[in-house]
């Protein structure tokens, strides 16, 4: 277990930016408790476009020795595989491939003939000894929100009772299959020398999408660390193996040639059989339970209502809190009573030396009492469709089912969270799933809230346990062999390895791959303010020659044809890759999102809470958040007990907002300490984001970009949920928090609405205001019936809430320009006098006729005016390049941008806000109005990487898949 090291490059004060892992397209960082329509083709292109360049090529040998080596067992496969066993299994796979003349030009036809042939074979001759092929093409998995339909897998025998038949099993799949019909077209990578093994042409594209996606419902469902995928395309196949940092993908090889050609399929498939659940990818930490497992049933149990869990609505005044529930959450509790009764097992897989449950009668007293929503949240997780799983983490069992939430694409951090029981205690927790950074100086989040629990900070995740998976051994394959790994991939097409070019890991976003933008200087890049308040403020793929096929191919068809272009390709194979080790972590507090809050008032209070928070981390502990989103505020009630003067006691519920989620989290620079990349890209949360470290990707994010984000979240929620007289709220979202621009070296920006919001202070759209309603507007109607209206509505006050915000954040990048421009001058030589005509005219000739001929030529260009101009030099004068006179941001700008330069201005503002609750309208509060919003366009797919502006984000009322939606 050895952390990578990023390469550091001089000025590069912060892991490069990549647009790709904004994670732009992730639904619950963006938009949780979103419902979303998915649409296949468009989750494909988003999960793709955070995937580039994450291939890494490895030859099918080198394949078979690296994962498979002790299941080579010749003998025990001569023995599955006689040969005539083999030439029969090889005729009748060739068979299948033989074409057709009603068939010719049907593509799913052809895939149809060829998985139901693959399913002859399996049923009469059994292809990988140990499993079934189930073939699933024709209908969805019912328990599959997306219904992806992947045309096969190779289940375990051991769960042949559960096999649900022609139609996915993504919890039970273990070797997953996808058929197309053969060409090129239909080949995700490309095998050609000197080319990448990712095929940007567009329907490969599309199919490795594909691929991906099915791989995606696979980590899904189940708990792995690889996936194993047979991609037979035609008379060609190619083992590929997907883990969170991307996939190792051999080279396309014949199996239907000759016998021998189908004797290398069935050596991987009995060396698959063979191999250990590690080898497959099966995450061994994680532990199904069956359903006469002591866990599952207790888990069925304590889904159940419970008479004694509390309301927890904010403000409800409780009369008493019942017998056992937690009032503060903390890091360690009790272990259960019920296990020294027996009423449960020690060990949650068990199967006897139990209660019998159905016999217990009303089991309420021993079920600890909780807030309805954390229940519903459990029941919710396990339904009757889900298979449920024991994890361990640091030795103890916690027992989850669905996940809360999940990431959109296969590729990145894979971060799962789970309503968890922690078996010993008996009480419910949060688990978060998740694999991390593993970089030298990359911490843990786990480290980080021990710090900050230990300080006492009150909105911060209460710490249980945490650990690197199996003790850090569940490391992610193909990061091994990007620029940082110790492994070197093969090389298709013959090239020697060694002289393969390795491109060193991508700095910033690209333009194209034949054409490379390299990431600004910090040398002339103004510096942020830091955290100490020290700082400044400033701007902003049969027969092949060996030299194009790697041997033992036998490729039919004919050869691919070469690029003619003299120009080398930039090999890019591996540089989109992240080294991530597995990762859990469990909290005590399970929380509300911050999408449920109901008023006005209660979020500018939950906002309140994080950043007091947010100043206390910094203040107390020196570590900045780096990733304050929507996602990552939640919401915590807790109980208040107030006892007055009289000795009366009142107990209440009450929300207070909790920031989480701390992985990015990274202590503040000590005094002149030079703060260095941690890892090859830097994550966050792109609609979040301040406007200054996205135009400005190279410069650590300080404490004025992380109050910006708490403005941009506000302006989200309020938006999103709170009534305005804004018209199209879906469109305002996406053009302020979706939308992007690209700079002039390919680089991502900021969308302009966005920019323009915050650099000149004022909330509009299309140029025009808008503004916070406490009460709906009247119609229109009766604004011209009846008496006069003499007393408008009363504003809300969110509305000089943001004006205030704004006008800082305004003054704040004027100083930050400022700034900037008066750097620039400083570092510009001296600016000489432009040449004028008549120097042009007067100089020195180098012969007689080269001055007559500039002179037609001046004619010819400017005309008679300028002729005349010529004949009369003293008309002329010498003008001098002078830059425009710099105004100098005033003194209350100045003020303005200082104040954001620590927590307590926007401490002091909200607090005021919330001192006048009766100014505070109680119907602002109108629900989700990006429901059932759709965006009205598409994004296509360019051909170049780096040419996408940031695609859309699906947003609509959740529908049910029908059979046939999605392939």
Same mark, same amino acid.
């Given at each position: 277990m050895v952390a990578h090291k990023q390469p550091q490059s001089d000025n590069v004060h912060s892991s490069p930016a990549s647009v790709r892992h904004y994670q732009t397209r992730d639904h619950s960082r963006n938009n949780p408790h979103l419902s979303v329509k998915h649409n296949a083709p468009t989750d494909r292109q988003n999960m793709m476009s955070d995937a580039m360049n994450t291939s890494i090529p490895l030859l099918f040998e080198n394949m078979m020795k690296t994962y498979f080596p002790e299941s080579i067992d010749s003998d025990g496969f001569d023995d599955a595989f006689p040969e005539d066993k083999i030439r029969r299994i090889h005729a009748k796979l060739d068979e299948a491939l033989k074409p057709r003349a009603a068939d010719s030009t049907d593509k799913r036809r052809k895939e149809k003939i060829m998985s139901e042939t693959w399913l002859e074979v399996d049923t009469a001759e059994t292809l990988c000894p140990g499993y079934s092929l189930n073939i699933s093409e024709n209908h969805p998995d019912n328990a599959d929100p997306k219904g992806l339909k992947i045309d096969g897998a190779m289940i375990s025998t051991l769960f042949k009772d559960a096999i649900k038949k022609n139609r996915p099993n993504y919890d039970l799949d273990d070797l997953a299959i996808e058929f197309k019909s053969g060409g090129t077209e239909n080949d995700a990578w490309d095998d050609r020398a000197k080319k990448n093994v990712e095929s940007m042409a567009d329907t490969r594209f599309k199919v490795r999408g594909q691929l991906m996606s099915y791989g995606e419902r696979h980590f899904y469902f189940q708990h792995r660390t690889g996936l194993f995928m047979l991609f037979v395309n035609g008379g060609e196949f190619r083992v590929i193996r997907w883990d969170r940092s991307g996939c190792i993908v051999t080279e396309a090889l014949n199996?239907?040639?000759?016998?021998?050609? $189908?004797?290398?399929?069935?050596?991987?498939?009995?060396?698959?059989?063979?191999? @250990?659940?590690?080898?497959?990818?099966?995450? #061994? #930490?994680a532990t199904r339970l069956s359903r006469d497992s002591c866990g599952w049933q207790w888990m069925q149990k304590l889904a159940a209502a419970h008479a004694k869990d509390l309301d927890y609505t904010d403000g409800t005044v409780l009369e008493s809190v019942p017998e056992g529930f937690v009032i503060k959450a903390t890091r360690d509790a009790d272990d259960s009573p019920l296990f020294a009764s027996n009423v449960l097992a020690a060990d949650p897989t068990a199967t006897m030396g139990f209660a019998d449950f159905s016999s217990l009668g009303d089991t309420s007293s021993m079920v600890t009492p909780v807030f309805k929503y954390v229940r519903d949240l459990f029941r919710e997780s396990i339904p009757e469709t889900w298979t449920c799983y024991s994890l361990k983490v640091c030795g103890r069992d916690y027992l989850v089912g669905k996940p809360t939430f999940a990431p959109h694409g296969l590729v990145g951090r894979g971060t799962r969270g789970y309503v968890a029981l922690e078996w010993k205690t008996q009480r419910f927790v949060?688990?978060?799933?998740?694999?991390?950074?593993?970089?030298d100086g990359v911490d843990p989040e786990g480290d980080t809230l021990q710090i900050l629990n230990a300080a006492h900070l009150p909105f911060v995740p209460m710490l249980v346990c945490h650990e690197d998976v199996d003790k850090g051994n569940q490391e992610t394959h193909a990061s091994e062999y990007s620029a940082t790994g110790t492994k070197k991939p093969d090389v298709f097409g013959g090239q020697k390895q060694e002289d393969r070019p390795i491109a060193p890991l991508p700095s910033r976003p690209k333009a194209s791959r034949s054409q490379r933008a390299t990431a600004t200087s910090g040398g002339s890049t103004p510096a942020l303010p830091t955290s100490d308040g020290q700082h400044s403020l400033d701007g902003t793929g049969v027969s092949q020659s060996s030299?194009?096929? *790697?041997?033992? $191919?036998?490729?039919?068809?004919?050869? &691919?044809?070469?690029?003619? $272009?003299?120009d080398p390709v930039e090999i890019l194979d591996g540089t989109g890759l992240r080294h991530l080790t597995h990762y859990r972590i469990v909290v005590a507090q399970v929380c509300l999102p911050s999408t449920a809050f109901t008023s006005g008032i209660q979020l500018v209070r939950l906002l309140w809470n994080c950043i007091d928070t947010h100043g206390d981390a910094v203040e107390q502990c020196n570590i900045l958040h780096r990733d304050v989103s929507v996602g990552n505020i939640l919401i915590l009630p807790i109980i208040d007990i107030n006892v007055n003067e009289m000795n009366e006691e009142s107990i209440s519920v009450v929300w207070g907002g909790l920031l989480g989620d701390w992985e990015l989290a990274k202590k503040c620079p000590?005094?002149?300490?030079?703060?260095?990349? &941690? !890892?090859? /890209?830097?994550?966050? @949360?792109? %609609? %979040?984001?301040s406007v200054y470290s996205v135009q400005n990707p190279s410069i650590p994010v300080s404490i004025p970009d992380e109050l910006e984000s708490f403005? /941009?979240?506000?302006?989200?929620?309020?938006? &999103?949920?709170?009534?305005?007289?804004? !018209?199209?709220p879906g469109i305002y979202i996406d053009d302020y928090f979706l939308a992007s621009g690209k700079g002039q070296d390919g680089s991502i920006l900021c969308g302009a609405l966005k920019r323009q919001v915050v650099t000149k202070g004022e909330l509009v759209f299309n140029d025009e205001p808008f503004n916070f309603l406490s009460v709906p507007q009247?119609? *229109?109607?009766?604004?011209?019936?009846?008496?006069?209206?003499?007393? *408008?509505?009363?504003?809300?006050?969110?509305?000089?809430?943001i004006e205030d915000l704004l006008s800082h954040f305004k003054a704040l990048y004027a100083v930050r320009k400022y700034d900037a421009e008066v750097k620039a001058r400083q570092l510009q030589p001296a600016v000489k006098p432009l040449p004028s005509l008549l120097d042009t005219i007067?100089?020195?000739?180098? *012969?007689g006729n080269d001055a007559k001929n500039r002179l037609l030529k001046m004619r010819h260009k400017f005309g008679d005016a300028q002729t005349r101009a010529m004949a009369a030099p003293q008309a002329i004068k010498v003008r001098s390049a002078t830059a425009p006179?710099?105004?100098?941001?005033?003194?209350?700008?100045?003020?303005?941008?200082?104040?954001?330069?620590?927590?307590? %201005?926007?401490?002091?503002?909200?607090?005021? %806000?919330?001192e006048v609750e009766s100014a505070w309208p109680s119907e602002d509060y109108v629900g989700d109005q990006l429901k059932g919003y759709v965006r009205s366009d598409t994004t296509k797919r360019p051909r170049l990487e780096g040419t996408t502006p940031m695609p859309p984000i699906p947003e609509a009322e959740d529908v049910s898949a029908q059979p046939g939606s999605a392939a």
């Open positions: 199996y239907i040639e000759s016998p021998d050609h $189908t004797k290398k399929l069935l050596r991987f498939l009995y060396a698959y059989s063979q191999a @250990t659940p590690e080898q497959r990818g099966i995450d #061994t #930490t949060f688990l978060k799933d998740a694999w991390r950074p593993f970089y030299d194009a096929r *790697s041997s033992g $191919t036998g490729r039919s068809g004919g050869k &691919r044809a070469r690029s003619q $272009t003299k000590d005094g002149n300490e030079q703060p260095k990349a &941690r !890892q090859p /890209h830097r994550t966050g @949360t792109w %609609y %979040y984001m403005l /941009h979240v506000l302006l989200y929620l309020a938006i &999103r949920y709170l009534r305005s007289d804004l !018209q199209s009247p119609s *229109s109607e009766s604004l011209h019936d009846g008496p006069p209206i003499v007393n *408008s509505p009363p504003p809300s006050p969110l509305n000089p809430l007067n100089s020195p000739p180098a *012969s006179e710099l105004k100098e941001p005033s003194d209350e700008e100045k003020k303005k941008a200082t104040s954001l330069a620590t927590h307590q %201005y926007l401490r002091d503002l909200f607090f005021s %806000y919330l």
